[in-house]
């Protein structure tokens, strides 16, 4: 049953519905025609100082260091606007990443942003700044971030296209990781072989199969194989680049 003191919306005055109908049709009208929130990539404030970060933190800097990472992952997507990352100052994305690592040095996924979110916008000068940040972090704690140099090694080769910085990377990676596995740390030798410089590259096989270092049979395996096929383009490049196709069949003398 309905309470005594609700009243049935037929005992309402037409004049208060049409009151009430009007001033919902202006509010729907004024939404409409309002112009839409502009989004300013500016409005990506630098952030605080790491040692003003971690006083705020009060003991929990993960915490903190996770907040400010669901912040940034947020900001090009606000509500009612979205940024481009294109748009996004640089400067202080970059900022915002070190300062997160520094509160968090264990968590990888402002690295993770850095170098499959950042880098992948149409602006040389901008991806080579996230792969120089991951440069920079790599060198703080190159046994745990190997990864995310080999991972702008290629991004570098493949969408900077620049050779040399691909194989700075990944020769870093083999001086300064040992932690990290055969594939990571062997990386430059095929980076080498892959531009050409096959010498170079049969150079370094060699040298590391002769090392002892390599103590998986199956990798050592592959590598033998590998170091056998470069010593096979040796032999073979002078006898291929004189064989030219040429006519043949009958009355052709060979």
Known sequence: MRPATERPLAAVPRAVTLVLALALAAQIGLQALAPRPVARAAALEAPPPLPVLRAMSLGEPIVLAQLMTL???????????SIPFLDLDYGRVERWLSVILGLDPLGHYPLLMAAQLYSQVPDPAKQRAMLDLIEREFMLDPNRRWRWLAHVALVAKHRVHDDALALRYAREIARFAPAAPGWARQMHIFIL?????????K???????????????????????RLQQLENVKIQTPTTRNRHPGPSGPGVKP
Not at 71 to 81: S, V
Not at 206 to 224: C, H, K, N, Y
Request: proline share 2%.
């Open 193 to 201: 072989e892959d531009i050409g410089e096959l010498e170079s590259a």
């Open 71 to 81: 912040y940034l992952q947020a900001f090009d997507n606000q509500p009612g606007i």
């Open 203 to 225: 150079i370094l096989l060699g040298g590391l199969l002769a090392s002892g270092e390599v103590t998986d049979e199956a990798e050592i395996r592959f590598l033998a194989g």
